[in-house]
């Protein structure tokens, strides 16, 4: 995902589920060409089901910082991830690295 444009926001993606999966598993990052993050300026991933958040990243600093996302999407219509940047995104790309979906 790219960042958020410099005048802030969220990126985010929507896919519908339809009730049918039980499970969303991804781990989360920078790719590996993003700069180092400048103080108070992390990168940030959240997952909504059906518009409730339902898990929150820790702040991501850089490429080799990664937080682990496990959560319960049952009975879940529509799943939306989304990144969250604070000031310049300075080219750094959000990773969800191999998303899944559990039946």
């Not at 103080?39 to 080799?64: A, F």
């Not at 682990?68 to 750094?92: F, H, N, Q, T």
Request: charged share 30%; hydrophobic share 35%.
């Amino acid at each position: 995902m790219h960042p958020p444009p410099p005048d802030g926001g969220a990126v985010s993606i929507t896919y519908t589920l339809d009730q049918k999966f039980s499970l969303f598993r991804a781990e989360v990052s920078l790719n590996d060409t993003a700069p180092p993050m400048i103080e108070g300026e992390p990168v940030v991933y959240t997952v909504y089901g059906d518009g409730k958040r339902l898990w929150r990243s820790r702040e991501i600093w850089s490429q080799v910082d990664a937080d682990k996302c496990e959560v319960s999407v049952e009975g879940v219509r529509e799943l939306k991830i989304e990144l969250v940047r604070e000031g310049e995104p300075m080219g750094a790309h959000g990773v969800w690295l191999e998303p899944r979906l559990t039946k």
